[in-house]
């Protein structure tokens, strides 16, 4: 999964891919300004999208400087097979989203031979 990790060149939001023991990986992006309103985490066709989109600021603010990234954003991750998402949640400007290996099922079953 990691080396297949992230489509596209764009570097906004930055991320980091752990990988926790056994079976399980977390992918951690920094969302800072982001409310959980204003995320969405989906997957599409074996593909782990994140999207941002700050509400509309306010018109009643006057800014000096404006240097904190204000922008909409969609992430995406190739997920490898047997890979699932389990959850996500945001702290501290990070939003964190753990992904887990699931073994297959290994189904025994029995044929029946027949006579012609």
């Not at 992918?27 to 985490?41: H, M, R, S």
């Not at 999207?51 to 509309?56: D, I, K, M, N, S």
């Amino acid at each position: 999964m990691a080396e297949r990790a992230a489509k596209g060149s764009e570097g906004y939001p930055p991320y980091n891919i752990e990988h926790l023991a056994p079976d399980g990986f977390r992918i951690t992006l920094a969302v800072a300004g982001f409310g959980e309103d204003e995320l969405a985490v989906t997957t599409e066709d074996r593909q782990l999208v994140i999207r941002g989109r700050l509400a509309e600021p306010s018109e009643d603010r006057v800014y000096l400087h404006r240097g904190i990234a204000a922008r909409a954003f969609q992430r995406s991750f190739v997920l490898a097979d047997g890979v699932e998402v389990v959850s996500a949640q945001i702290e501290n400007g990070l939003l964190h989203v753990d992904l887990k290996r699931v073994k297959p099922q290994q189904l025994v079953q029995t044929i029946p031979i027949s006579r012609k």
